[in-house]
């Protein structure tokens, strides 16, 4: 991995902070990313004296890290960034550089899993809350699954876009999905901004089985590396058609072609299920969708088929945003 600090000043007297990031990139859609994140600062009564921070945020910044040790020793089309951010207890001050940096650059972040106090059990069995905006909804659903899959793990999903204490929201406010994991979405822990937050108070199994289900969702969301490799150079070309009572759209998508595979095109209307529209692989290198409502927000993909009949992984997703 490609590891590297990256610098931010803050706070009317200019503080200065540092973020830790560690990359790991894709092998076949490098330019999508998926983030793992925490805050590793730590605040109590007494900040400038003790504030030892176990579960606020040591336990996350514990999963990011174990996280990133599992993961970067496989290969996945899609880029994993881990980034480890100060001065959330100032403010977000960490969390809010790299998003605004990131909204700059215009990358194409799929979506950020963010973990902010995960080692406490109030009362078993503890379940993991999963904060999400109405554009995240997508990723508390991902998480579920694959968490039902691979752990016992009990998740509560809270879709509240007023939930913004942690650093899942600066990537909201740049148009990112992003999930905040937390035990409680209303603190339960005695401890919490306390000198008495220490490790003994945790509990390591309720913190294992949340990093095996964070572990699960990005190695899936990041897509491990198949043959055949999934279609590059996705692209969509929207036009509309207007007549005297209505207006329809038309949608070409198009993608760099091989000869040795036929494609399939998938399309999903926002908050609804994926359709396949070729179900029989088509030839060449493009493909119309017609006759689509101007209102629809659509999004697109396209998958390989080889002459075995082995699918590859979905190429990149891209959207067609609809208009009032």
């Not at 790991?24 to 109590?44: I, K, P, Q, V």
């Not at 100060?86 to 809010?96: I, R």
């Not at 509560?156 to 905040?180: N, R």
């Amino acid at each position: 991995m490609e590891v590297s600090f990256e610098e931010f000043t803050f706070g009317k007297l200019g503080y200065r902070g540092r973020n830790v990031v560690a990359f790991h990139r894709g092998r076949n859609l490098a330019e999508d990313t998926l983030l793992l994140t925490a805050h590793y600062d730590s605040t109590s009564g007494k900040p400038l004296e003790r504030a030892p921070g176990a579960d606020d945020n040591a336990s996350g910044t514990a999963a990011i890290l174990e996280a990133a040790r599992v993961l970067s020793r496989h290969p996945y089309d899609i880029s994993l960034r881990f980034v480890l951010f100060s001065a959330e207890e100032w403010g977000l001050y960490g969390s809010e550089h790299h998003a605004y940096e990131a909204y700059r650059r215009s990358e194409r972040i799929l979506g950020v899993l963010n973990f902010d106090m995960v080692g406490y059990v109030d009362r078993a069995p503890e379940d993991l809350d999963l904060i999400v905006d109405d554009s995240s909804l997508w990723l508390a659903e991902r998480f579920s699954r694959a968490a039902a899959l691979y752990t016992s793990l009990p998740l509560v999903t809270y879709k509240d876009s007023t939930l913004q204490w942690s650093d899942h929201a600066p990537f909201w406010d740049y148009g990112y999905s992003a999930l905040c994991g937390i035990e409680d979405v209303e603190p339960s822990n005695p401890n919490y901004h306390e000198v008495g937050d220490l490790s003994g108070t945790l509990d390591f199994s309720f913190l294992t089985e949340s990093v095996r289900a964070l572990v699960a969702v990005a190695a899936e969301m990041a897509q491990p590396v198949s043959e055949p490799p999934p279609p590059l150079g996705l692209a969509l070309e929207s036009q509309i058609q207007r007549g005297l009572l209505l207006r329809k759209r038309s949608v070409r998508v198009s993608w760099r072609g091989e000869g040795a595979y036929r494609y399939r095109v998938y399309r999903r209307r926002a908050g609804g299920a994926q359709e396949c529209l070729t179900p029989e692989p088509l030839k060449g290198d493009s493909y119309t969708d017609r006759g689509l409502s101007t209102s629809l927000s659509l999004s697109y993909w396209v998958t390989a088929v080889d002459g075995d009949g082995r699918e590859s992984n979905p190429s990149t997703l891209l959207t067609v945003r609809g208009q009032p």
